[in-house]
C-alpha cells in the first residue's frame, strides 16, 4: 500500500460491445466474480445496459454489458440497440466481444464485426478486442489467422483471446482496460458491485429461467414485472410477485406446462438463485399474462423499463 501513491489511480467506464451470444455477460460476471448479468445459450438475454464495478487498489473499472447488436426489426429490438449504443457513448473505452469458436467455424471474423466496427471505430475510443470462447477452439493454431484477421480489421486495437467460462486471460484483459482509462478517483465506493437494483435483478432470473426452459422462438415475447415485494419483519420473508407477459396465447401452454409443471419448475429455480441474492427466504408467486403487443406498445416498454 506504501507504493499506491507513485502510480495514480485510474477509474472509468469500459462497454462490452458485440452480437448476441458471444458471452458478454459471462465475461462481466467471471470479471465481478458475481451473478450479475442473466446468461442463456439463447441470442438476445441481455436486454439493458448491466454495470459491474470492479474494484481494486488503484483501479476501478465500471463495466457495461449490453445487449448484443442485432438487425432485427420491432420496436424492443430498436430499445436494445438503443440501450447497446447509448453505453458505448457512456464509455471511455470499448471492448469489441467476438466469438472465436464460431469465428473458426466460419473460417473469418468478419460477419460478427460487420454490425459493430463502423460505430466502434467511429466512436473514437481506446478499443481492445476480446476473442471469446477459446476454451472451445480446440487446435489453437486454428486461432493464430483470426487473430491475424482481427488485427488487420482494427490495427489500432489489441487483440485479447479469452475464455471468460473458464476464466482464462482475464487478467490481461483488465490490464489493458486499466492501462487506457483516464486517471480519476474511484466513481463508485469500494464495496459496490453494480447499480442494478435488486428488484431488477429478480426479474431477470425469473426471465433466465423461462429463457432456459422455453423453445427458440418464445423468448422474444417474455416480459418479467415485479408487481410486488414486501419484506416481511416477522417471517423474514420477503413475498415476491411477479407477472410474465407473454405475445401469444399458444406460448401460455409452453410456459405453463403439463399441470403446470414447467411454470413450477421455473419458480422453484428462480426463488432459489433470489434467495441467495437476498439472502433471505423468499416467497415466490408467478402470473403469466398475455399482452399481444408489448414489443411494440411504447407505453408498456416504457412501464418495463426500456428506454425509447
Ligand atoms: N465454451 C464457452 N462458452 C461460453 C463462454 N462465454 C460464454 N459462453 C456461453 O455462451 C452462451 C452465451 O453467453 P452470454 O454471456 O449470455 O452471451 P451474451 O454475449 O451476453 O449474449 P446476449 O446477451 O444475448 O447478447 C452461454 O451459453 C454461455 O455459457 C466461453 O468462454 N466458453
Ligand atoms: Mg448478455
Not at 445496459?49 to 481494486?56: A, D, N, P, S
Not at 470499448?94 to 473460417?107: S, T
Not at 483516464?182 to 465506493?189: G, R, T
Request: aromatic share 4%; charged share 25%.
Amino acid at each position: 500500500m506504501e507504493h499506491a501513491a507513485a502510480t495514480p489511480h485510474r477509474a472509468g467506464m469500459a462497454a462490452l460491445i458485440g452480437p448476441p451470444n458471444v458471452g458478454k455477460s459471462t465475461l462481466l460476471n467471471a470479471i465481478i466474480g458475481e451473478k450479475l448479468a442473466i446468461v442463456t445459450p439463447k441470442p438476445q438475454t441481455t436486454r439493458t445496459q448491466i454495470t459491474g464495478i470492479h474494484t481494486v487498489p488503484g483501479l476501478q473499472i465500471v463495466f457495461f454489458d449490453t445487449p448484443g447488436i442485432h438487425q432485427r426489426r420491432g420496436r424492443l429490438n430498436k430499445a436494445l440497440l438503443q440501450a447497446a449504443w447509448q453505453s458505448l457513448h457512456e464509455a471511455d473505452v470499448a471492448v469489441a466481444c467476438l466469438d472465436a469458436a464460431k469465428a473458426q467455424k466460419a473460417g473469418s471474423v468478419a460477419a460478427q464485426v460487420a454490425n459493430i466496427k463502423g460505430p466502434l471505430l467511429a466512436s473514437g475510443l481506446p478499443l481492445l478486442v476480446v476473442l471469446n470462447k477459446v476454451d472451445q477452439v480446440k487446435d489453437k493454431g486454428l486461432l493464430l489467422p483470426l487473430l491475424q484477421e482481427a488485427a488487420e480489421l482494427f490495427p489500432e486495437a489489441e487483440i485479447i483471446p479469452v475464455s471468460a467460462l473458464r476464466k482464462d486471460n482475464l487478467d490481461r484483459l483488465v490490464a489493458r482496460i486499466a492501462a487506457a482509462l483516464p486517471e480519476s478517483e474511484p466513481l463508485f465506493p469500494d464495496d459496490q458491485i453494480s447499480t442494478a437494483q435488486v428488484r431488477f435483478l429478480a426479474a431477470e432470473i425469473v426471465r433466465e429461467k423461462l429463457f432456459l426452459q422455453l423453445r427458440q422462438e418464445v423468448p422474444y415475447g417474455v416480459a418479467v414485472d415485479i408487481e410486488q415485494w414486501e419484506e416481511d419483519p416477522e417471517t423474514g420473508f420477503t413475498r415476491i410477485s411477479a407477472v410474465i407477459y407473454l405475445t401469444r396465447e399458444a406460448h401460455k401452454g409452453m410456459v405453463i406446462g403439463k399441470q403446470g409443471q414447467t411454470l413450477k419448475q421455473i419458480g422453484v429455480l428462480a426463488r432459489e438463485e433470489i434467495q441467495e441474492l437476498l439472502e433471505a427466504k423468499v416467497h415466490l408467486e408467478l402470473f403469466v399474462k398475455v399482452k399481444e403487443d408489448w414489443t411494440e406498445n411504447p407505453a408498456m416498454l416504457r412501464e418495463l423499463g426500456y428506454q425509447l
